[in-house]
């Protein structure tokens, strides 16, 4: 059967598999708007961003360190490889006055040794400078309130909107968004890193 004058001569040009680009699924937000609190800033507007739970801060927190310490190390690599050929290389002026007797199996001793220094010092300051950059911006970021589960953060203010509430004929809604501590800062839950981090 011949085909019709325009059209195609390969039908699985146009089939779906062939003309359909798939995208990869969007990440999810880490943070989400919440109105803000009576403590915050009313010039800055009405909501504030802030992470769900302390399990997603800390994991981001977590994923962040990892993330930068993974770069710096492989930077260090890089730098510790070139330092340690430096290092071991045959002295210049040796062949000068005919003392070229270059041991190739004791340099790669050599430079596997001055290697192995200056990587484990520089992984010691790539967890510190990881830590470092992560603890400057985390430690500022908002974490929820997580009032239907009972963050130990808003048993106070709940209990206060009760005793309230006894005397009182409005709704515990409006109590709570006008009262209510809605956040709180991630530097309550970074308490052994900012430790380190100020000792450093």
């Excluded at 130990?152 to 501590?181: D, I, T």
Aim: charged letters at 25%; hydrophobic letters at 35%.
């Amino acid at each position: 059967m011949s085909s019709l004058p325009g059209m195609p001569t390969n039908m699985e040009d146009y089939s779906a598999s062939s003309t359909l680009i798939p995208f990869s699924t969007p990440l999810p937000l880490l943070r989400q708007p919440i109105p803000v609190s009576q403590p915050d800033d009313p010039s800055l507007g009405p909501f504030t961003l802030a992470f769900k739970t302390p399990q997603s801060f800390t994991q981001s927190f977590t994923s962040c360190q990892s993330q930068i310490t993974h770069q710096c190390e492989s930077g260090s690599r890089a730098g510790c490889s070139i330092s340690a050929s430096n290092k071991c290389k045959p002295i210049w002026w040796k062949p000068l006055i005919g003392l070229s007797n270059l041991d190739f199996k004791e340099r790669e001793v050599c430079e596997e040794r001055e290697m192995e220094r200056c990587f484990l010092e520089a992984k010691g300051k790539c967890v510190s400078f990881g830590r470092e950059k992560c603890v400057g911006v985390f430690r500022e970021a908002r974490v929820a309130v997580d009032w239907r589960n009972g963050d130990k953060r808003s048993v106070g203010k709940l209990v206060w909107l009760a005793s309230l509430m006894e005397s009182e004929s409005l709704g515990f809604e409006f109590l709570r968004s006008r009262v209510a501590v809605t956040s709180y800062r991630g530097c309550e839950l970074l308490g052994d890193h900012l430790d380190v981090d100020m000792k450093g």
